[in-house]
Structures are given as C-alpha cells and as structure tokens.
C-alpha cells in the first residue's frame, strides 16, 4: 500500500499550521517590509470673494468696510492681535448669493503681532503699505496701537474714492506719489491733508470720482473722529471702534434711502 499523501486534501484540523517557505504569504516575509496602505486624497477649492474696492454699489463697499472693521475689533479685543497691514488688497467683499457665509472679510497676517508681548517680535518698526499707513507709524514715533490701525482703514476707504469710478480704477499722480515718497514727507502730506475742515472738502470735491461724491459726507464724519480736532490722537479710544461703525452704517442707510 502506497504512503504517498499527493493529492490528498488537507483536513480541516490542518488549516491553522504554519505554511511551508515556499507558500509563506507575502506580508509575513522577514525580508520585505509591510507595504504601507497610501490613500489618494484632491482638495478641490475655488476663489471666495473679491477684493473691495470691487464691491457692486457704494453701500456695499461701506457694509463691508461695517464688517471688516467688526472683524478687526474681534482680532484685537479677542486674539489680542494688531493686524498692521490695513490695505486695499487686503479687505474682501462676497456678493455671491449662493455662498453668503462671509460678506466681508480682510486677510493677510503675515505682518500681524500679539498686543502685549514680552520680548520684540523681530518685525521691522514700520509695517504696512506705505500710502495707508497711519501718520504715526510713518513718523515712527509711537508703539503701533490698534488706533493706527483703525486709521489705516480711513486711507484705504479714502483711497478707493479717488481711484476707482465703480470697479474702474484709475491713476491720479497727485496721490500715485504716496508709494513712494520718503515717509517722513508722507507723514506731512497726509497730516495737512486732514487737519482742515476746509482742505479736506476741497480735496474730497476735487478729486472724489463722480461715482464716490455721495460718500463725502461720511468720510468727513470719519475724519473728525479719527483726527480729532485736526491733529493725530493722542490717547486710545475704545469707543472708536463703534463710533466708525455707527457713521458707516448710519451712511449705508441714508444711500439706500435715497435710492429708493
């Protein structure tokens, strides 16, 4: 009687014992590591919102200013950040009606600092971009405060009504110089500019374009509050935070009414 077992099949008490080498399954070989399971992964994103001074209306453009300063406050008095580049690539505006999560936002912190820090941030005196920055800083005379901030905020809003006539912008040298000139001179340009009620109309009258003459007023209204008296601030005002959103919004409201 043959001993032979070929081509017996192997009980079911066998299945559990160790295969022999040449059977042995690739991922207990002692010489190949474990192959590691990898997953394929595509962020697919797309743009939100547009930069302000794109913004469809006048009213637009100042809720988001409204909101964007709202953002501010919450970075400052709840994150204990300066954000020190208020500008006018760095305020969003979101009028996309199917994705409505955020109407106005700013960006870029790249510049931005705790408040209240113990040791230097090892970022430079002056930040910012030089035709909004605030009459301090460019003087480089004082610690950046949220006050020179909420002053940068003037300039971009300034700014946009002398250069843009709707989302069509525009150079005007007078003001084109400001990225440029020694700061210690912009300082002197931005300070005369605003220290007269009389000044300020003129300039506001001269060179608003059409599309941004209603909001004279307002920016006027803004003016005084940020440079009181004519002349820089002096001591920090909390409240200023609301008075600006007040102006803006009480602004807002009365385009909308005229407009019907």
Request: glycine share 6%.
């Amino acid at each position: 009687m043959s001993s032979s077992v070929a081509g017996q099949k192997r009980s079911s008490s066998c299945t559990g014992m160790p295969l022999p080498p040449s059977k042995r399954s690739c991922s207990s070989s002692p010489t190949k590591p474990t192959i590691v399971n990898r997953v394929r992964r595509r962020v697919i994103v797309r743009d939100f919102g547009q930069p302000i001074y794109k913004a469809s209306s006048p009213t637009s453009l100042l809720a988001t200013f409204e909101q964007c300063i709202e953002g501010y406050e919450s970075l400052h008095t709840r994150a204990g950040m300066l954000q020190r580049d208020i500008s006018l690539n760095n305020f969003m505006v979101n009028e996309d009606e199917e994705n409505p999560s955020w109407r106005a936002f700013f960006i870029d912190l790249d510049l931005a600092i705790k408040e209240q820090r113990e040791q230097s941030s090892g970022a430079q005196g002056k930040t910012g971009t030089q035709a909004f920055m605030a009459i301090g800083v460019l003087r480089d005379d004082e610690p950046h405060s949220f006050m020179h901030d909420l002053e940068s905020f003037f300039w971009v809003l300034f700014w946009i009504c002398i250069h843009y006539n709707g989302s069509q912008g525009r150079v005007v040298q007078q003001f084109d110089k400001w990225n440029y000139a020694n700061m210690e001179e912009l300082a002197k340009l931005k300070l005369g500019t605003v220290s007269d009620d009389e000044i300020f109309r003129k300039t506001t009258l001269d060179h608003f374009t059409d599309y941004y003459q209603p909001l004279i007023p307002c920016i006027n209204k803004l003016r005084r509050k940020i440079f009181p008296r004519g002349g820089r601030w002096r001591v920090p005002n909390p409240k200023l935070y609301d008075e600006m959103k007040e102006i803006l919004r009480i602004a807002r409201d009365e385009l909308n009414a005229v407009e019907g």
